[in-house]
């Protein structure tokens, strides 16, 4: 499925400063993907790293009653004023995943995590935690994969968006290791933006990336198996 927005009413409007993660491709991906979903006023919906909230104010446009993660202080802060401007109310909550809801369970769970390769073990700063993720891309989807069945009701669901740099298979397997059916419903091809070509020789010498200069971003879709 490509992504198609002709059919989709306007996204939410949002203010985005420096140094909080904006709406780019891979949100409106996730976004096509969470307006299919059967969301009510009893929809309990889990938004992970929300950044600036356009993904938990469009759940919340659709009925969900939402709570919105995120490690950054400034982006909850950006992510309430966003639900503001839009008429909606986000429940918001400073932490780290689902450690930030302990106890709690949920009906749908989105995740837009940081998802590019990086070189080095040193953790990123700034702005760039939005999307590097170590080196193989994996550091926070891997803990994502392990903890979403912790908060995820018997029918929930999980929406999560990445690269195909950091392995579609390996989301799959380890969703599976975790007890989760999971399958792709969603998928982008598009060019490397400034921070891949940025690490280009360093992708090759890993070998995450060869002569082509394009990526696929991919929603899979997991549920209790």
Request: hydrophobic share 40%.
């Amino acid at each position: 499925m490509t992504l198609d927005c002709r059919t989709a009413p306007a996204p939410p409007r949002c203010w985005v400063p420096r140094g909080v993660y904006p709406p780019q491709t891979d949100t409106r991906l996730l976004r096509q993907a969470l307006r299919r979903e059967a969301i009510t006023n009893r929809t309990d919906v889990l938004d992970l790293g929300t950044g600036s909230g356009l993904l938990a104010i469009e759940a919340a446009r659709l009925g969900g009653r939402v709570t919105a993660v995120d490690i950054s202080r400034r982006a909850l802060a950006v992510a309430w004023f966003n639900g503001l401007l839009n008429g909606r109310s986000l429940r918001v909550r400073h932490g780290d995943l689902v450690a930030a809801v302990p106890g709690r369970s949920f009906d749908l769970v989105l995740a837009n995590p940081p998802y590019v390769p990086a070189p080095g073990q040193a953790p990123p700063r700034g702005i760039a935690r939005a999307w590097d993720a170590g080196p193989d891309g994996r550091a926070l989807i891997d803990r994502i994969c392990d903890s979403a069945p912790r908060v995820l009701r018997p029918s929930g669901t999980l929406l999560i968006v990445h690269s195909h740099l950091c392995g579609i298979d390996a989301t799959r397997a380890r969703l599976a290791k975790a007890g989760l059916r999971a399958e792709v419903v969603d998928r982008f091809r598009l060019p490397f933006g400034h921070v891949l070509h940025s690490r280009l020789g360093w992708m090759r010498e890993r070998g995450l990336a060869g002569d082509d200069t394009t990526e696929e971003l991919v929603v899979i879709r997991a549920e209790h198996a």
